[in-house]
């Protein structure tokens, strides 16, 4: 079964590679991965993408959240999300074969970023089936060159956002930042491990 997850981690380098990591380690099969800047400069949002049984859904979740820098997970399932995948799409053309692909990227509310004499490029977003449809239709045209940014998530009404989300104050400890100047301080676990000098 398919399972969208998010998951809130701390802005900093080798989280993305943290969390790749353990779904390897483990065997875990990603369809998706999406990392993007949140509205909090020292948190990302990665969406993840998972088909999975809800044994191995289970051990997913607890594994995220067993990693430091990983402040909070959320899965979809039991709640009503939004989601969208955004593709670009570079089609072979003809003069006779244009105003067609045209048409057709108008009636999935698509648009035409780059024309050429041999090629068509169309940005597309939505449901990924939409995305899906749209690929059969102009699979005939012959396509050159594909490209997706995988699904990114978010929970619908007030669900989520700044109220339901979690600030670095009610974090775990260990995934605690504390915030000056911008920068990541040492915790005090940190403090008290360096040598005095």
Not at 17 to 31: P, Y
Not at 41 to 61: F, G, K
Not at 177 to 193: F, I, Y
């Amino acid at each position: 079964m398919r399972h969208i997850l998010t998951a809130l981690v701390m802005n900093e380098p080798g989280v993305l590679s943290h969390v790749a990591n353990m779904f390897s380690a483990r065997g875990f099969n990603i369809d998706s991965l999406v990392v993007g800047r949140t509205e909090d400069p020292n948190l990302s949002r990665m969406t993840i993408v998972v088909i999975a049984d809800e044994r191995t859904l289970d051990q997913v979740r607890k594994q995220l959240a067993k990693i430091v820098t990983v402040v909070k997970v959320r899965d979809y399932k039991d709640s009503p999300f939004v989601s969208r995948d955004l593709m670009l799409v570079k089609l072979n053309v003809t003069p006779r074969t244009r105003s067609e692909i045209i048409e057709l990227a108008d009636l999935f509310r698509g648009r035409v970023v780059d024309v050429g004499h041999q090629a068509i490029m169309v940005e597309l977003s939505g449901e990924e089936d939409k995305l899906d449809a749209f690929v059969e239709l102009v699979r005939p045209y012959g396509i050159r060159e594909l490209a997706r940014t995988g699904v990114i998530a978010m929970a619908r009404g007030t669900q989520g956002g700044s109220g339901d989300e979690p600030t670095m104050e009610n974090a775990p400890e260990s995934s605690r930042m504390v915030k000056s100047a911008g920068k990541r301080q040492p915790t005090q676990a940190e403090l008290e491990a360096t040598p005095p000098g």
